[in-house]
């Protein structure tokens, strides 16, 4: 896999509109330390430009410096993502830790956030818990264990490998036999051999039941009232749609999007995208979700043509409207609205 750097666009960003917030004048502007995203498709160039357009001081953070702790002395809020490598998750969860529950910073995406991204495994639990439509998963981190449940499996099945995007360490197992070799393989001494060179699967299964579908997944992104979201093609004779770049951007179901604005409530994050498939049964199933992901191009949604959103109102109800935004900035005034502000009640204002 080639060797990604960072990426600096800001060049590129104004066709879209500006996002701006109204500040509560009680409330001191914070000094905001922003964290570089390496790709080709960066997120910390919106976030600098949302800032710059509000007056809201900001600089790059260096948080993977040697003295990444000295440096967030200066900072009442770091912001930024990270890629789905793991040990870039490594690195960035453990600091967000201690920036968060130790030092007091706010974060976004918040500590709980990063944790979630490209996990897998608290997908699966949370949704057992909130009831969510979550493709039927299995997850076991114990050799007998896995053994035992493929003898109640109906195949084909999927098996996937965390943490993992776009499709990478998705597969289809077919028979029993070949579930067996994948948990032989996985709980060996040296683990199962993978996608990602310097790392294996090791002692873990995550198994989910394949849903026959009509040839798309949907991903529906959701930042507070606003909902945009496409279609993706799996490629003939394959069976993912993540990572294969035939998107198609038309009208989202309504089912779908009461599905993800259900569980993006549930999850309280100021943005998350859920990806679920239609089934030939006629029922839309959710196979992932995450409050972090890339984004290529500033349209995330356009219906017959035009570049918009799905906006609701107070009563649940939503209408279509013709914008043009980077959604990573709609997600910051989301963060700063609804998880930054309500921290300064009477009596505990930033002084």
């Known amino acids: 896999m080639p060797i990604e750097k960072y990426t600096n666009d800001r060049s590129n960003l104004d066709e879209a509109q500006r996002i701006l917030i109204d500040w509560p004048p009680e409330i001191k502007m914070p000094n905001v330390g ?3 995203d390496i790709g080709a498709f960066p997120s910390w160039t919106k976030h600098v430009r949302f800032c710059e357009n509000n007056s809201i001081p900001c600089v790059v953070y260096s948080i993977r410096d040697h003295d990444w702790l000295e440096k967030a002395e200066e900072f009442d809020v770091i912001i930024g993502f990270t890629s789905c490598s793991s040990y870039d998750l490594d690195e960035i969860r453990y600091k967000y830790f201690i920036l968060e529950t130790v030092l007091k910073k706010a974060c976004y995406p918040s500590f709980q956030n990063m944790l979630l991204y490209e996990n897998k495994f608290l997908e699966a639990e949370l949704s057992r818990i909130y009831n969510f439509p979550y493709i039927t998963t299995y997850v076991s981190f114990d050799k ?10 109906e195949f084909p099945i999927v098996s996937k490998i965390v943490p993992s995007s776009g499709s990478l360490g998705v597969e289809l197992i077919r028979t029993p036999e070949e579930a067996k070799k994948l948990i032989r393989q996985a709980f060996s001494q040296n683990g199962r051999k993978i996608h990602i060179v310097y790392a294996r699967q090791k002692n873990y299964i995550y198994f989910q039941e394949y849903i026959p579908n009509d040839g798309y997944d949907i991903r529906v992104i959701v930042v507070g009232n ?16 993540s990572g294969m770049h035939l998107e198609e951007m038309r009208s989202l179901p309504d089912e779908a999007i009461k599905i993800a604005r259900n569980v993006y409530k549930k999850i309280n994050s100021p943005l998350l995208a859920v990806d679920m498939v239609h089934g030939l049964d006629g029922n839309f199933y959710i196979n992932e979700f995450s409050p972090i992901f890339e984004m290529s191009t500033l349209n995330q949604l356009k219906v017959d043509g035009v570049s918009g959103a799905y906006v609701f109102d107070k009563n649940e109800e939503y209408q279509f409207f013709e914008c043009k935004y980077w959604v990573h900035e709609l997600a ?6 609804n998880h930054y502000f309500p921290k300064f009640t009477i009596g505990e204002k930033k002084e």
């Not at 910051?332 to 609205?337: D, I, S, Y």
């Open 226 to 241: 606003f909902v945009f979201g496409f279609y993706r093609k799996a490629p003939k004779g394959d069976f993912r749609a």
């Open 34 to 36: 922003i964290v570089q």
């Open 144 to 153: 007998k264990d896995a053994h035992s449940l493929i003898t109640n499996l």
């Open 332 to 337: 910051l005034k989301e963060f700063f609205q």
